[in-house]
Each structure stands twice: as structure tokens, then as C-alpha cells.
T-cell receptor, first 112, second 115 residues
Framework: KNEVEQSPQNLTAQEGEFITINCSYS?????LHWLQQHPGGGIVSLFM???GKKKHGRLIATINIQEKHSSLHITASHPRDSAVYIC??????????????FGKGTKLSVIP | KAGVTQTPRYLIKTRGQQVTLSCSPI?????VSWYQQTPGQGLQFLFE???????NKGNFPGRFSGRQFSNSRSEMNVSTLELGDSALYLC??????????????FGPGTRLLVL
């Protein structure tokens, strides 16, 4: 079992729909990251969470530390949101070092 | 401000050869991380350098190595290339002094094909 699991793997939505992407992890973490990878390959950091909730524009990320689960929500989805969304668990591995373990990504397609 | 640049953008090598990839971070960023992305494994963390010191390391064999220069530019080297090393290699820079930054700035990547 992977340390970081994402669901769904693929998601198709109509423009304007509310979208939720889920990320579960199996180890204790210091932070959870969300990234966006555009069709051309470019990656953008979206959020880093260690507790609670963060919001940037139409994007909202939440994390429940006890349940080892994070969600990324997109409100009023738009075709330009079409991308692969990747979560990554950051954990402290000792001696001042950290590890990042990635989920396999969720491919989102938003249809006009 | 110029973004993160990676050279070369594309590379074809044969098994057994070695390769060196270069990453120039955003001016002022002292942290540079390297990642490998393949269709099968997805994104995987290779290592991270901060002020010329390797600070964090992923689970890759010793054939994968890196270094960082005093101007924060970084190189990664893969020796004795295997077919499975074919991948997109990405670097990212940030200001973060511990752990991983909320905002890492990714380069466009170097696509390596091993024949």
C-alpha cells in the first residue's frame, strides 16, 4: 500500500461544478502539500497545510490530522482548472531531514 | 525575476553512460530540490540542497548524486544509466530554511530518454 493515496484517479466535471479531490496518508506527517501540474508539464505549488484549512481564490484545502486525510476543493470550476492535482506528505525522517512522498495524482478535466 | 531554468531540456543517452543535469534557481533562493517523474511511479523526491549542503534525501540508489555551488546553482548526476532512469527530472527552488516550502518554484524539467 502506498503511503499516500489519492482519489479519484480521474475526474470529469462540467464547468461551474464543485469539485473535491481526496488524499489519504498512512504515516505521521509534518505537513501536506498540494501541487497542480498543467497539461504542458509545468508544476505549481498550491498549498502547504499542517492543520485546518486554507483558501486561495476558488481553491480550498483542508486537512484532518486525526483521520490522516486532506481534501482539495475547487468551487465554480472552469476549463482552465483542467490539470493533474498531486498531494505530497512531508514527514520528518530524523537528524534534521525531511521526506516528501507523493500521491499518483488526480487528473481533472473540466468541460465547458 | 527570472524563473527556475533547467538545462538541457531534452537528452538522449544509452545504457551505461552517465548524465549531468543543471538547475539554476530563482535569484536569492538557497534551497534546490530535485524530483523524478515517470508514468509508472509518478513524482518521487530525489534530494534537496541548501547552502551547498545536501539536507534531505529520498530513497534512490547511490548512482543518483547531486551538488550545489556557492551561487545556489545545482547539478544532479546519474551514473551507469539504466532504461528505468528514463524520466522527466524536475528541480524546484525556494527560500525555505527547514523542511519544504509552501511555495516551491518548479523548473520546466529535463526529459531524459535512455536507450
Amino acid at each position: 500500500k502506498n503511503e499516500v493515496e489519492q482519489s479519484p484517479q480521474n475526474l470529469t466535471a462540467q464547468e461551474g461544478e464543485f469539485i473535491t479531490i481526496n488524499c489519504s496518508y498512512s504515516v505521521g506527517i509534518s505537513a501536506l502539500h498540494w501541487l497542480q501540474q498543467h497539461p504542458g508539464g509545468g508544476i505549481v505549488s498550491l498549498f502547504m497545510l499542517s492543520s485546518g484549512k486554507k483558501k486561495h481564490g476558488r481553491l480550498i484545502a483542508t486537512i484532518n490530522i486525526q483521520e490522516k486525510h486532506s481534501s482539495l476543493h475547487i468551487t465554480a470550476s472552469h476549463p482552465r482548472d483542467s490539470a493533474v492535482y498531486i498531494c505530497a506528505a512531508e514527514r520528518y525522517s530524523g537528524a534534521g531531514s525531511y521526506q516528501l512522498t507523493f500521491g499518483k495524482g488526480t487528473k481533472l478535466s473540466v468541460i465547458p | 525575476k527570472a524563473g527556475v531554468t533547467q538545462t538541457p531540456r531534452y537528452l538522449i543517452k544509452t545504457r551505461g553512460q552517465q548524465v549531468t543535469l543543471s538547475c539554476s534557481p530563482i535569484s536569492g533562493h538557497r534551497s534546490v530540490s530535485w524530483y523524478q517523474q515517470t508514468p509508472g511511479q509518478g513524482l518521487q523526491f530525489l534530494f534537496e540542497y541548501f547552502s551547498e549542503t545536501q539536507r534531505n534525501k529520498g530513497n534512490f540508489p547511490g548512482r543518483f548524486s547531486g551538488r550545489q555551488f556557492s551561487n545556489s546553482r545545482s547539478e544532479m548526476n546519474v551514473s551507469t544509466l539504466e532504461l528505468g532512469d528514463s524520466a522527466l527530472y524536475l528541480c524546484a527552488s525556494s527560500l525555505q530554511e527547514t523542511g519544504f516550502s509552501e511555495t516551491q518554484y518548479f523548473g520546466p524539467g529535463t526529459r531524459l530518454l535512455v536507450l
